[in-house]
T-cell receptor
Framework: GENVEQHPSTLSVQEGDSAVIKCTYS??????FPWYKQELGKRPQLIID?????GEKKDQRIAVTLNKTAKHFSLHITETQPEDSAVYFC?????????FGTGTRLQVFP | DTEVTQTPKHLVMGMTNKKSLKCEQH?????MYWYKQKAKKPPELMFV???????INESVPSRFSPECPNSSLLNLHLHALQPEDSALYLC?????????????FGPGTRLTVT
């Protein structure tokens, strides 16, 4: 079955800096890769996703890149703000079953 | 309306109680999910309903019993739970397609078993 590894587990950055979170997956059949942001006590919120027919997708300060050959994908957040502080989960799927990474706790210091 | 709602927000129950968690969506989605999330961990899939039929059951103990009365509603019936079942229970929904689709989560029910 699919296995998703996520690094780093914690990430601290200064406000305005960039943050990068990386995930690798094992199942070459996976074709959908969403990223979720979860603030403390809140629901996971879909922030961006990418499908395997695309190499990069951007939405304002957030971008995701996918390398199908290497089976890894990354989340890039530019110009970080304190409100970006949260836990971020990557996931991979080719069906209705999402396999989540272990999460990255991002802290943005003012 | 792009929202999934869940009730109650919080639930405290004893090990001999019977209770139910409820989930509702009005996005026209035909797939609905129950996840369990422990602190500092990712959501763990419990059940998937597709077109009101159970399509995935991740070997969850029988003290958890899902029900999908119609395409907008999903229930999780709880009976004889253990303290280790204390967690955030999340509902999600998505379109049904021959490819993976975006899943939208509800706010969750924080369950404490005493």
């Amino acid at each position: 079955g699919e296995n998703v590894e996520q690094h780093p587990s914690t990430l601290s950055v200064q406000e305005g800096d960039s943050a990068v979170i990386k995930c690798t997956y094992s199942d070459s059949a996976s074709n959908y890769f969403p990223w979720y942001k979860q603030e403390l006590g809140k629901r996971p919120q879909l922030i961006i996703d990418i499908r395997s027919n695309v190499g990069e997708k951007k939405d304002q300060r957030i971008a995701v890149t996918l390398n199908k050959t290497a089976k890894h994908f990354s989340l890039h957040i530019t110009e970080t703000q304190p409100e970006d502080s949260a836990v971020y989960f990557c996931a991979a799927s080719n069906t209705d079953k999402l396999i989540f990474g272990t999460g990255t706790r991002l802290q943005v210091f003012p | 309306d792009t929202e999934v709602t869940q009730t109650p927000k919080h639930l405290v129950m004893g090990m001999t109680n019977k209770k139910s968690l409820k989930c509702e969506q009005h996005m026209g989605h035909r797939a609905m999910y129950w996840y369990k999330q422990k602190a500092k961990k990712p959501p763990e899939l419990m059940f998937v309903y597709s077109y009101e039929k159970l399509s995935i059951n991740e070997s969850v103990p029988s003290r958890f019993s899902p029900e999908c009365p119609n395409s907008s509603l999903l229930n999780l019936h709880l009976h004889a739970l253990q303290p280790e079942d204390s967690a955030l229970y999340l509902c999600a929904s998505s379109q049904v397609s021959d490819r993976a689709y975006e899943q939208y989560f509800g706010p969750g029910t924080r369950l404490t078993v005493t």
